[in-house]
């Protein structure tokens, strides 16, 4: 009786803290997948929340005297969760960028297939192989577990309805878009490197020998010099995505404290 009397005493503040998981689980890489279903999220959000309501510092001013209180403080929650999955996933992008990037000088964008992660929407060849990478290494490096990690943490730096937008905020998600195509330029280096100088060939073949199908004799090299590069840089990869994981918490962490000093 006293575990029911204390849930409903409480019930504003689980609701709370139900809202900023949901909204992160709605975003965040692995746990938003089409084929997990929504009744799995929401149970999972649940059990969450039940574990975190008894160790988490309620702030005194909290104040959820009515409905439209907890309806507005529900929102920031709801958006602030959003945000910090929007976050993960906007890294994890760095793998489409990078594969677009690919396949268009390989020439592989003519052809496409299913996003594993979107059913309703279409990927390059080069990103859905490289996604499916990414995601068993971020699984192998406990990546999902860091996750929910930050999740709690985030309670602990940006309490209850202490969400507030400011300049140091809307600096630090410019900056965080601009380290992500940065990124994702330097994972496709290798490729466009390779087939920038097979075309600076071709172009010197194509003065001195104009008898010569530049366009069908290049094509096939292209695609077989890209798949070769590629299979070459695979094992550097590994790393590179670890390294893409710790710069992901690294400005999670870094918006969650602009939130605060802002």
Same mark, same amino acid.
């Given at each position: 009786? @006293? =575990?029911?009397?204390?849930?409903?005493?409480?019930?504003?503040? %689980?609701?709370?803290?139900?809202?900023?998981? !949901?909204? &992160?689980? $709605?975003?965040?890489?692995?746990?938003?997948?089409?084929?997990? +279903?929504?009744? !799995?999220?929401?149970?999972?959000?649940?059990?969450?929340?039940? *574990?975190?309501?008894?160790?988490?510092?309620?702030?005194?001013?909290?104040?959820?005297?009515?409905?439209?209180? %907890?309806?507005?403080?529900?929102?920031?929650?709801?958006?602030?969760?959003?945000?910090?999955?929007?976050?993960?996933?906007?890294?994890?992008?760095?793998?489409?960028?990078?594969?677009?990037?690919?396949?268009? @000088?390989?020439?592989?964008?003519?052809? #496409?297939?299913?996003? +594993? $992660?979107?059913?309703?929407?279409?990927?390059?060849? #080069?990103?859905?192989?490289?996604?499916?990478?990414?995601?068993? /290494?971020?699984?192998?490096?406990?990546?999902?577990?860091?996750? *929910?990690?930050?999740?709690?943490?985030?309670?602990?730096?940006?309490?209850?309805?202490?969400?507030?937008?400011?300049?140091?905020?809307?600096?630090?998600?410019?900056?965080?878009?601009? #380290?992500?195509?940065?990124?994702?330029?330097?994972?496709?280096?290798?490729?466009? /490197?390779?087939?920038?100088?097979?075309? /600076?060939?071709?172009? =010197?073949?194509?003065?001195?020998? +104009?008898? &010569?199908?530049?366009?069908?004799?290049? $094509? +096939?090299?292209?695609?077989?010099?890209?798949?070769? !590069?590629?299979?070459?840089?695979?094992?550097?990869?590994?790393?590179?995505?670890?390294?893409?994981?710790?710069? &992901?918490? @690294?400005?999670?962490?870094?918006?969650?404290?602009?939130?605060?000093?802002?």
């Amino acid at each position: 009786m @006293e =575990i029911i009397e204390l849930l409903l005493d409480q019930m504003g503040i %689980l609701l709370l803290i139900f809202a900023r998981i !949901v909204g &992160m689980l $709605m975003t965040a890489p692995i746990f938003n997948q089409n084929n997990i +279903p929504a009744y !799995v999220k929401l149970g999972f959000s649940l059990i969450l929340a039940f *574990i975190l309501l008894p160790i988490l510092a309620v702030p005194t001013n909290l104040q959820l005297e009515n409905f439209f209180q %907890l309806m507005l403080l529900g929102t920031k929650e709801l958006a602030l969760g959003i945000m910090i999955g929007f976050i993960c996933y906007l890294f994890f992008s760095i793998v489409y960028i990078a594969g677009h990037l690919i396949d268009m @000088e390989i020439g592989f964008s003519i052809a #496409s297939v299913l996003n +594993p $992660m979107d059913e309703n929407e279409e990927i390059a060849l #080069s990103a859905n192989l490289i996604f499916v990478m990414a995601i068993l /290494v971020f699984l192998s490096v406990n990546g999902h577990h860091k996750l *929910i990690q930050v999740l709690k943490q985030s309670f602990d730096i940006i309490p209850i309805g202490g969400l507030t937008i400011n300049g140091l905020m809307i600096e630090k998600l410019i900056s965080i878009f601009i #380290s992500i195509f940065v990124i994702a330029f330097k994972f496709a280096a290798p490729i466009i /490197v390779a087939i920038f100088l097979t075309n /600076v060939l071709l172009g =010197i073949l194509a003065r001195t020998m +104009p008898q &010569m199908n530049v366009f069908v004799v290049g $094509m +096939p090299i292209k695609i077989l010099l890209g798949m070769m !590069v590629l299979f070459i840089v695979f094992p550097l990869y590994i790393g590179f995505f670890e390294y893409i994981f710790d710069t &992901m918490f @690294e400005h999670l962490w870094q918006l969650l404290h602009a939130i605060v000093k802002g």
